[in-house]
């Protein structure tokens, strides 16, 4: 007790401070801590580091005699900061304990310009990062999860829900309920088992604000999981060629009807090849193929069929992605052009 006594004790009046909701236009705040010297002993605070430059602490560097006290100003910058916030501020002092985490708490709600620029998407009262949503690239069979960010600029409560999704993403909100400039992440759980096609895939959900029902698109590029084949595996791997890598359909009458073109692709390897989609770039181009699967030697039919009354400019420059279970080049590229 006695040596507890030399070295000090610093009690503190409090350790947290919550700001509540701080308008971003509003500038910087700040709050006080006050540390007590308890003890018979002269008392001093070594250090105050904050774990972010939004916030700053300042505090005197002079000790403080026993039964007196000392003050730790934090600041906090709200500017390009919108949504809930929790920041720490590590102070050091010779008491005992020597060593205390402040921490500040608040929500800040963004001014029109910051959440522009983080959230441009309007979706009702709800601001977005992005529609549609990318997810990037799914390889595999494995469940994968991916998130993008809602924020809530309006003055009241957003209830936010999901509605209709496909079969094979399942979509959560949270939290459910988005108080005033608070954020929400809506996170994706993507099954690729279930998803019918390979490639680019496009498709949305139906989120539910407060009630009203709107569609959410998003996009992800699904390939196939070459990496745990083995040598021999390798070595009788079907391989996928091309006839042709571009289709030329020379002259074309805008109002002439429907083109059609047909391209070949070879399986020179061992194994099956399985052509796993064909599809183009544009709405005015489809295409079909005859056989799915093919054995060594044996070569299936492209049949391409171009809609010229939907095409824009003077040119046909299109592109038609043919994916495949080729480890080695899944992906391949016809080219399809034309003039007008």
Not at 253 to 275: C, P, Q, S, Y
Request: charged share 20%; aromatic share 8%; net charge neutral.
């Amino acid at each position: 007790m006695l040596f507890g006594a030399l070295v000090g004790q610093a009690r503190w009046s409090s350790t947290a401070h919550h700001f509540g909701a701080i308008e971003e236009d509003s500038g910087r705040v700040e709050c006080r801590f006050v540390v007590y010297n308890d003890t018979q002993e002269p008392m001093a605070i070594v250090s105050a580091r904050t774990t972010c430059g939004c916030t700053l602490s300042d505090y005197p560097r002079e000790s403080f005699a026993p039964g007196d006290s000392a003050v730790v100003v934090v600041t906090f910058d709200p500017a390009g900061r919108p949504g809930q916030f929790t920041k720490y501020i590590n102070v050091e002092t010779t008491g005992t304990p020597s060593k205390t985490r402040l921490t500040i708490t608040g929500t800040v709600i963004g001014s029109e310009a910051t959440v522009a620029q983080r959230f441009p998407v309007e979706f009702g009262p709800l601001r977005l990062v992005h529609d549609p949503v990318m997810l990037g690239e799914v390889t595999g069979d494995r469940v994968r999860s991916v998130y993008t960010e809602g924020y809530n600029r309006s003055a009241y409560t957003l209830q936010v829900a999901v509605g209709q999704a496909p079969k094979w993403v399942q979509v959560n909100v949270a939290p459910a309920a988005v108080a005033p400039g608070n954020q929400a992440q809506i996170i994706f759980y993507i099954d690729p088992q279930k998803c019918p096609l390979y490639g680019l895939v496009e498709d949305s959900i139906t989120l539910i604000v407060n009630g009203v029902e709107r569609p959410l698109g998003f996009t992800l590029n699904r390939k196939e999981d070459f990496s745990g084949l083995s040598e021999q595996q390798r070595a009788d791997a079907p391989v996928a060629v091309l006839g042709q890598r571009r289709v030329d359909l020379g002259k074309i009458d805008r109002h002439g009807g429907i083109i059609r073109a047909v391209a070949t692709m070879e399986n020179r390897g061992k194994d099956k090849l399985i052509i796993r989609r064909v599809y183009a770039d544009s709405e005015a181009i489809t295409a079909s193929v005859k056989a799915i699967t093919l054995k060594r030697g044996k070569s299936a039919e492209i049949v391409i069929e171009v809609d010229p009354s939907r095409l824009n400019g003077a040119l046909l420059n299109q592109r038609l992605t043919i994916i495949t279970n080729d480890p080695f080049n899944p992906v391949q590229h016809l080219r399809i052009v034309g003039t007008f």
